[in-house]
């Protein structure tokens, strides 16, 4: 039964990749990485992806997620 069709695997929050102005109170077992302006925290991101083979979601208020799952 470990291929159940039934079963989704959820993604796992790696990294998430602020700017100063984002107010993040915590990230569990995730890294919270503060970049200093967009153009650091674009290349951040792109690395840290990289890094961990992640997939990558900006959200709307600018900040960006690493995913693996």
Known sequence: MAND????QAAVL?????LPHHKV???GQAFLVE???E???KKLTTELAKAVK?????LSN?????LRG
Do not use: F
Request: charged share 25%.
């Open 35 to 37: 970049a200093k302006d």
């Open 54 to 58: 992640g997939d990558v979601t900006r």
């Open 62 to 66: 600018g900040m960006y997620l690493v």
């Open 39 to 41: 153009e650091e925290q």
């Open 5 to 8: 069709r039934g079963q989704t």
């Open 25 to 27: 109170t915590g990230s």
């Open 14 to 18: 790696i990294a998430a990749i602020i």
